[in-house]
């Protein structure tokens, strides 16, 4: 079976851009979550969608938004971007709700810079 | 509200010597669920075990064993006989059925010298 995908792998993005990031879940799977990962601040959850829906949200501002389509796969928005945005966007994909504790199995992720 | 600590910060050992990383974890929920990825070099977090709060039974898993306590509120791994192509970070996570967010601690890097 395939693993978690994410594309781009690498993207350079100035200020004030916004940037679009894309997740293909393990086939079968219907939970798709976003994870930020920054050294400073370790790894925070971004969002959870499930079945097109969007079940639980971080700490983050508006600017960073999601959607899924019903074939499962995911995509990222984060608008006006700021240079502290620079990070690795880590996608993560499970069976079930993350509220029944399944395990998320994550893609090799978007590593973002922002200047 | 829920935390999970890794008080170690960075651990460097010489292969072959056994090495137990420590996740302390606070919940208030009595259905929890625990976790341990590995991310390496490349950036990609690695499943390597879930355990629920109901099991505590203790696991072995080739080099790896994870000791899960309710008592102290613990979950160590250990791995045995280290090797080069062990040193990583490693995170402990946690979930709850009321949160519905992984809660990862801030990792620990191994570096496992030959």
């Known amino acids: 079976k395939a693993g978690v995908t994410q594309t781009p792998r690498y993207l350079i993005k100035t200020r004030g851009q916004q940037v679009t990031l894309s997740c293909s879940p393990i086939s079968g799977h219907r939970s798709v979550s976003w994870y930020q990962q920054t050294p400073g601040q370790g790894l925070q959850f971004l969002f959870e969608?499930?079945?097109?829906?969007?079940?639980n949200k971080g700490n983050f501002p508006g600017r960073f938004s999601g959607r899924q389509f019903s074939n499962s796969r995911s995509e990222m928005n984060v608008s006006t971007l700021e240079l502290g945005d620079s990070a690795l966007y880590l996608c993560?994909?499970?069976?079930?709700?993350?509220?029944?504790?399944?395990?998320?199995?994550f893609g090799p992720g978007t590593r973002l810079l922002v200047l | 509200a829920q935390k999970v600590t890794q008080a170690q910060t960075e651990i460097s050992v010489v292969e072959k010597e056994d090495v137990t990383l420590d996740c302390v974890y606070e919940t208030r929920d009595t259905t929890y669920y625990l976790f341990w990825y590995k991310q390496p070099p490349s950036g990609e977090l690695v499943f390597l075990i879930r355990?629920?709060?109901?099991?505590?039974q203790n696991e072995i898993s080739g080099r790896y064993s994870w000791n899960f306590q309710k008592s102290t509120s613990s979950f160590n791994f250990t791995i045995t006989a280290s090797q080069v192509v062990d040193s990583a970070v490693y995170f402990c996570?946690?979930?709850?059925?009321?949160?519905?967010?992984?809660?990862f601690g801030q990792g620990t890097e191994l570096s496992v010298k030959p």
């Open positions: 969608y499930f079945s097109e829906t969007q079940r």
């Open positions: 993560a994909s499970s069976l079930a709700l993350l509220t029944q504790g399944e395990t998320q199995y």
């Open positions: 996570a946690l979930i709850n059925n009321q949160g519905g967010k992984l809660i």
């Open positions: 355990r629920n709060s109901f099991d505590e």
